[in-house]
């Protein structure tokens, strides 16, 4: 039996000292993971359990470790915010994970940035509407190549930064996520059954704001390095 058209090719992530690919199959996201950006998006981190939403996996754009990367600035916006975020990739899956048991579950962890059409968001939000066209525009979740945990280890702390045209717009450290990488498994996999190749995008700090076309934005995270995109 032959496809009607084309199989489309599936993203796979470089993975650093190796010339082995990661296969990603779905891209989790977590809102409002530090609190002071949930306070500059108007909400109240004591209070708000946390929430998901999802991009496609096509949506990501492979970013190296060198060198700077053209970002495409998407259509049908004019407020076109920067998140940057840690990635974790799960080697394995599961349902109802343990939290105690969660992070033996990721193979590695990766750069990523969570790009946002916000008119669109904040026009969804007024109107009680799902985030996607805000959250989901192609190239919207740039991210860089792949560490293995096995190398890296599970981070809990270290500073999370990115700047444009040199200058530093959010600065936070990985210890002050509300909800720990693992306590994001373990709750995901509560409403999910979770597979290998799966991403999380486990949040950003406060300082997100608007990029324009000609600016360079700089993520980096400790121990990761930084990965480069130039916006067209």
């Not at 891209?27 to 108007?42: D, K, L, S």
């Not at 998901?52 to 060198?66: G, I, R, S």
């Not at 599961?94 to 590695?108: L, N, T």
């Not at 280890?153 to 200058?167: S, Y």
């Amino acid at each position: 039996m032959l496809s009607v058209i084309p199989n489309p090719p599936r993203i796979a992530l470089p993975i650093v000292g190796s010339d082995d690919l990661f296969p990603v199959r779905r891209v989790y996201c977590i809102g409002r993971n530090y609190a002071a950006h949930a306070r500059e998006m108007g909400a109240d981190p004591d209070r708000e359990p946390p929430f998901f939403f999802m991009k496609p996996a096509d949506a990501l754009q492979l970013v190296p470790a060198h060198g700077t990367t053209e970002h495409p600035y998407p259509p049908r916006t004019t407020n076109y915010h920067f998140e940057v975020e840690l990635v974790a990739a799960l080697g394995e899956g599961g349902i109802d994970i343990p939290k105690e048991r969660a992070a033996a579950h990721v193979y590695g962890y990766a750069i990523g940035l969570d790009m946002t059409r916000r008119d669109l968001q904040d026009e969804a939000k007024k109107l009680a509407r799902p985030w996607d066209l805000g959250k989901a525009a192609d190239f919207s979740a740039p991210i860089g190549p792949l560490h293995r945990a096995a190398s890296f280890g599970h981070p809990d702390r270290g500073a999370i930064t990115l700047g444009v045209d040199g200058v530093v717009r959010q600065s936070g450290d990985l210890g002050e996520m509300i909800w720990s990488v693992p306590e994001q498994i373990a709750l995901l996999s509560t409403y999910f059954t979770l597979a290998p190749g799966d991403l999380i995008f486990t949040g950003t700090p406060s300082g997100v704001g608007p990029v324009d076309r000609g600016q360079t934005m700089s993520a980096a995270i400790e121990g990761l390095g930084t990965i480069s995109l130039v916006v067209t």
